[in-house]
């Protein structure tokens, strides 16, 4: 089995400080990740000067109610942070990853030196930008919120009849409400796009907590992300939606725990580390009351008891009408020796 890739979704939890951006590198790195995924975008590429923030971001921000392109604005990495944030997740031996949101920041990240492209799902339908992701010619995760399983396919046929392999794309299921509530998950989809698609599929999650990124690696997700943050007080659109860090590493722990679980040949038989626990556990044929030499073996004599490593009660039936060859005492284990 495949170990499960994990990326933790630093995002935009900075909030425009480095000091914070390598906190969150190191916290990855503790936790155990494979890659810290930050986000790459300028806002005057990325949303218009009167849009509106989100619901939850308006909620999230409290008393700051600039707008989204504003929000935005705050939040940009430089090209030269970029460099300086890799360059520190290098050292960790932890993989760096930036979502780009324009077609200009693929063309940085690609330079950047990134393993593959990560499209968030605001851009499934965006035609240009998927087009150009194909151009480079490295591999993709497509995030799928707020998608039909059309749009899904229309996304990855832009993929295909653009220079990328199916074998090189996977699929997240997601859900774009932050927090996810628990009844709009829907982790039996990302099966139906595994189903639809003949695709790797993974989750990419938003919900409270660390159960739902575990379920999902138990039906068959091989890429688990997930949003997290220094302090989930800090004021800012993604930071209640996030786990802290001591959460993070419990994720990854647990994910691991149950690919471990996962990982068994897949029928059936005594583990190696069971085997000693047979003896133990079961019972074998043991004698109820004393018996004398040449007396008949009947079901009254007889008695089921722990441990298992004589006859089985399974060949009770071979073992009445048999008679002991010595005197035996009550609560003797019958062996086959002791029988004529």
């Known amino acids: 089995m495949r170990q499960t890739l994990i990326i933790a979704e630093a995002g935009v939890n900075h909030n425009g400080s480095m000091e914070n951006a390598f906190k969150l590198i190191d916290a990855a790195h503790d936790a155990g990740v494979d890659y810290v995924k930050f986000q790459t975008f300028k806002a005057d590429k990325l949303v218009s000067k009167s849009a509106a923030m989100a619901a939850y971001q308006s909620h999230n921000m409290g008393s700051d109610n600039s707008s989204q392109y504003e929000m935005l604005k705050k939040l940009e990495l430089s090209e030269a942070e970029h460099y300086e944030l890799k360059e520190y997740a290098d050292k960790k031996h932890l993989k760096f990853l930036s979502t780009g949101f324009d077609e200009d920041s693929i063309d940085f ?18 035609y240009p930008y998927l087009k150009h992701i194909a151009s480079k010619k490295k591999p993709v995760i497509l995030s799928t919120g707020m998608t039909t399983l059309g749009e899904i396919e229309n996304a990855l046929n832009v993929l295909t009849e653009n220079g990328i392999a199916r074998k090189d794309i996977r699929v997240l299921h997601c859900n774009t409400e932050y927090p996810t509530p628990m009844s709009d998950v829907n982790l039996r989809a990302m099966k139906a796009i595994e189903a639809a698609f003949g695709i790797e599929v993974g989750y990419s999650d938003h919900t409270l907590g660390i159960e739902i990124p575990i379920a999902a690696v138990a039906l068959g997700a091989t890429v688990i992300e997930k949003h997290f943050t220094l302090d989930k007080g800090m004021a800012g659109p993604d930071h209640k939606a996030s786990l802290d860090p001591s959460e993070l590493k419990n994720m990854v722990i647990a ?44 079901a009254p004599h007889l008695l089921m008891l722990r441990p298992g490593d004589g006859i089985s009660p399974f060949d009770l039936d071979k073992i009445i009408g048999l008679k002991v060859n010595k005197d035996l005492a009550a609560y003797h284990k019958i062996s086959w020796s002791d029988l004529s």
Request: proline share 5%; hydrophobic share 35%; aromatic share 6%.
């Open 255 to 298: 994910i691991r725990n149950v690919e471990a679980a996962l990982s068994g040949k897949g029928f059936k038989e005594p583990s190696a580390s069971e085997k000693k626990n047979i003896a133990v556990a079961r019972k074998s044929v043991h004698l109820k009351v004393p018996l004398n030499k040449g007396e008949y073996i009947t």
């Open 109 to 126: 990240l690609d330079h950047l030196g990134i393993d593959f492209f990560k499209v968030p799902s605001g851009e499934i339908t965006n």
